[in-house]
């Protein structure tokens, strides 16, 4: 990523400022996204608490293949990513392209993954408001009113990152003299690294709540 | 007729140059236009309002088109004029050019992020002409989220993607300040408007994606009604009022610092004096930055929250108002043996102090449970919040408007109209709202269109002192247009002032600076008093 | 004039412990361990987060600024849960 070759913004100084504003800029948004979500688990944790049977009796009906599945695919996808920003820092074009190709692959997967899984949850009755399956107690409903609500949402948020790592890849790959700065790419990274740390308390909340069995 | 310099005003006069414009002085003056629209229809409300409680009865307008009244107040207001007002105007305007840099850290993000306000508010906007809504500000479930018949989920939606381009405002801020400073530039050095800039930016950040979500909620309960916030089927109403007063208590020092910010640096200026207590203001601006977020269940005494947490939130509520105090004291001891001069500014943030004391310590006769109990959902609560938001902030703001209205435009206003036009604003919110302590101490309720006869006095008086306010806003409205045109042109420092952005022209270039400046000395360098004291060039009316 | 970049070994480490908590939690919920469940899982879970963000997403190289912004949105969304939960849990006491 030629660091030799100045395009700079014109408003910063030289390219360790930009560098270094663009990356803070970017925790500073994963910093808004954390409390986004968080308002999520925060409604989660109190209805947990307050309604447990009933979480735990409606969780059961979630697909924990499905859910496992997915978590190793989006941790996968998190190590390609990872792998494609190292070799943007060692300037090598090829592999950064390679490993953000694959991260794509891994992230479509997961959610043709989920699409089985929604289609799977709907014939089961899942949704409340949609002929909810009348076998679950009323406080399941809020249940999977937040499991479609976060999902949806984190799902939304793959989607996006998808869209991001697309366009580095677009980028890279129509280089003609215009250089890429691997900041870019290690942005792209921090917030498919943020996707998949929703993920991980989401799983457990979401698959494994009272599982003994 | 000399010709103008190249300035960010005349190098281009397209629209396009406009609405695609990346400068952040050309945002500012955007956000301005846009922020003054929303104004002028919230102060329509309110006009309306006033106009209805001048007698006991309902007679103007029906309760339900009074709730829609005092929703669309609270709703534009709050969102549409108070939180971008200093922030988007002048703290775009200003930030870059009081460090030394040439722009924000990201200018289209900047201009996104006005987009986002345009778009939210038209969303907004179209709600009300739909009919508007009916919930108050606070949009309280399960009214909002299940029972009201008004236009909640498009409203809602509005503020939802305003709120976005407020992220990405204080997000800019941070970074702009935390990696843009000029060289020798130190924390310390900087002017206590960006320390303030940098502590609500801090709050944007943090406080606004949690609004977001609670409007997502409630607007998905009121579509699907599934119980999140619905008792009947299970849902917590309180849960909605924990999360939407997580974000709006901040949100009320989003609306107060930045006008903190602007008295710092005004009053050095017409005190001709260092400020007093530097690091005090500054720390103190970060404190209730922080602190302000331990506070919220102070507006929800009376809502069945455990009495446990409300006796630690009142407690924490009582903490944050010392950095206040702090800062008023040194406002205070920075005037104390300065070479004061009245100049429209000044008068502005003089009443700024005495109205934020006021506001301010009513604030701690509610923090107190007792007395909450007895006072909470009354005009005595609508007093002290305007106390802050219009005898505090708008008043911060139009002070700020005028200090920096020549830097901004490169015309002087008439300061005799504007100095009287502060004095009228005084007078007129006064009269407008220390009435309704009064009546809120004695019992009667907010946001009710009739009431019993023996409030009708006081009633009356705050009708009769909104009139005067009215005039107030009115005549700066006129003669700063009629400046544009006609004002007498602003040298590159009218105020003498100290400040990075005094040190280039005024109106500035595009670029800001000709050279990236290096800072050698304290902020506030004002020089020592002496018997001659530098005065503005006095403009004709 | 390479900048550093972290080694592939370490990465590919990272991503095997990851995936073995992954499968570790699940084990964990399907255990009937009761009370200390799900204290159990959640510090796994925080364990994860670590590690995505101490080696995937280099949060502790960038320096003492980065790591502060790293977890403020964490340490801030600490204080509304501790607050709110200040609510609902004493709201029965007498």
Redesign the interface.
């Known amino acids: 990523m030629a660091e030799r070759t100045t395009t700079i913004a014109k408003q910063f100084e030289d390219l360790p400022q930009q560098r270094e504003a663009v990356t803070l800029g970017m925790w500073t948004f994963l910093a808004t996204e954390v409390l986004f979500f968080g308002g999520l688990f925060l409604v989660y944790s109190v209805y947990r608490h307050f309604y447990f049977n009933a979480f735990a009796a409606a969780s059961k009906h979630t697909d924990v293949v499905y859910g496992t599945v997915n978590s190793v695919i989006l941790i996968t996808s998190s190590l390609t990513m990872a792998l494609g920003v190292r070799a943007a820092k060692l300037i090598q074009y090829r592999n950064t392209i390679r490993f953000l190709l694959l991260t794509v692959c891994l992230g479509l997967a997961f959610l043709a993954v989920k699409g089985f899984e929604y289609h799977k949850d709907i014939t089961d009755r899942l949704v409340p408001g949609l002929d909810f399956n009348p076998d679950l107690p009323l406080h399941g409903q809020i249940f999977f009113w937040l499991y479609w609500t976060m999902t949806g949402l984190h799902a939304l948020h793959v989607i996006i990152g998808l869209g991001v790592i697309s366009t580095m890849i677009g980028l890279l790959s129509r280089r003609n003299g215009r250089p890429v700065h691997a900041h870019s790419i290690e942005n792209a990274g921090l917030y498919w690294h943020f996707v998949d740390i929703v993920w991980i308390y989401l799983y457990p909340l979401l698959y494994l709540v009272g599982r003994h069995s | 007729m000399t010709a103008e310099p190249q300035n960010y005003l005349n190098g281009e006069y397209t629209i396009k140059s406009w609405l695609l414009t990346t400068d952040h002085k050309r945002i500012g003056l955007l956000y301005l236009l846009t922020i003054l629209f929303f104004f002028v229809i919230a102060a329509f409300a309110a006009g309306l309002m006033r106009l209805e409680l001048l007698t006991p009865q309902g007679d103007l307008v029906s309760s339900d088109t009074y709730n829609k009244l005092f929703t669309i107040h609270g709703v534009m207001m709050v969102w549409f004029f108070l939180i971008p007002s200093i922030p988007s105007v002048l703290g775009n305007f200003l930030v870059p050019l009081m460090i030394g840099a040439r722009d924000v850290a990201f200018p289209r993000l900047n201009l996104l992020s006005w987009y986002l306000f345009v778009l939210g508010g038209f969303f907004t906007f179209h709600a009300v002409i739909l009919g508007g809504v009916d919930t108050g500000w606070t949009f309280y479930t399960p009214y909002s989220s299940t029972y009201s018949n008004s236009h909640v989920t498009e409203m809602a939606l509005g503020i939802f993607i305003a709120g976005f381009g407020s992220i990405l405002t204080g997000l800019n801020f941070i970074i702009t300040i935390q990696k843009m400073r000029a060289p020798g530039l130190t924390w310390f050095r900087l002017p206590l408007f960006i320390w303030s800039m940098f502590a609500t930016s801090i709050i944007l950040v943090l406080a606004t994606p949690v609004l977001a979500i609670t409007l997502l909620l409630m607007g998905v309960e009121r579509i699907w009604g599934i119980g999140i916030f619905n008792p009947k089927l299970g849902g917590d109403p309180v849960l909605f009022q924990h999360l939407f007063w997580f974000y709006s208590h901040p949100a009320v020092y989003i609306m107060i610092l930045p006008g903190m910010g602007v008295v710092s640096e005004i009053i050095p200026c017409f005190s001709r004096k260092q400020i007093f207590g530097y690091k005090f203001v500054a720390f103190s601006s970060v404190a209730i930055a922080v602190i302000g977020f331990l506070v919220w269940g102070h507006h929800m005494f009376v809502s069945s929250q455990s009495i446990y947490a409300g006796m630690a939130f009142s407690l924490l509520s009582f903490l944050v108002s010392i950095p206040s105090a702090i800062k008023v004291f040194n406002w205070t001891a920075t005037l104390y043996r300065g070479s004061i001069s009245f100049e429209a500014p000044m008068l502005y943030v003089l009443g700024f102090i005495g109205l934020f004391v006021v506001g301010g310590l009513t604030g701690l006769f509610l923090a107190t449970l007792a007395v909450d109990v007895h006072v909470h959902g009354t005009y005595f609560v609508v007093a002290h919040f305007h106390y802050i938001m219009v005898g505090g902030m708008v008043t911060a703001f139009m002070a700020g408007i005028h200090f920096w209205w020549p830097k901004i435009t490169g015309r002087l206003y008439p300061e005799k109209w504007a100095q009287f036009s502060a004095i009228i604003l005084f007078i007129g919110f006064n009269l407008t709202f220390f009435p309704q302590f009064v009546l809120g101490y004695l019992g009667m309720p907010r946001r009710v269109h009739e009431y019993a006869p023996e409030f009708q006095v006081y009633n009356v008086l705050s009708t009769a002192g909104a009139t005067i306010l009215g005039v107030g806003y009115l005549l700066p409205l006129i003669y700063l247009l009629w400046s544009l045109k006609n004002g007498p042109r602003a040298d590159q420092n009218p105020w003498q002032a100290a400040g990075l952005e005094w040190k280039t022209a005024s109106p500035p270039p595009e670029h800001n600076f000709e050279e990236t400046p290096v800072i050698t000395e304290e902020a506030y360098a004002y020089p020592p008093l002496t018997s001659s004291q530098p005065t503005p060039e006095e403009p004709h009316g | 004039m ?5 080694s ?1 070994k370490s ?2 480490f ?2 095997l412990i ?2 073995a908590l ?2 570790s ?2 084990g964990a ?4 361990i009761g009370f200390f469940k799900m204290p159990l ?2 510090t796994m ?1 925080v364990v ?2 670590a590690l ?2 101490i ?3 280099e949060a502790w190289h ?1 320096g003492k ?2 790591r502060f ?2 977890v ?3 340490f ?2 600490m ?3 501790i ?2 939960a ?6 029965m ?1 007498h």
């Not at chain 3, 919920?29 to 009937?32: C, E, G, W, Y």
Request: hydrophobic share 65%; net charge neutral.
């Open positions: 390479k900048p550093e970049a972290p592939i990465l590919v990272t991503w990851l995936v992954h499968f939690i699940l919920a399907l255990l009937p899982i959640l879970a994860q987060t995505v963000m080696f995937f997403m960038g600024l980065l912004f790293a403020a949105g964490f801030w969304l204080i509304q849960f607050l709110v200040a609510d609902y849990t004493t709201r006491w």
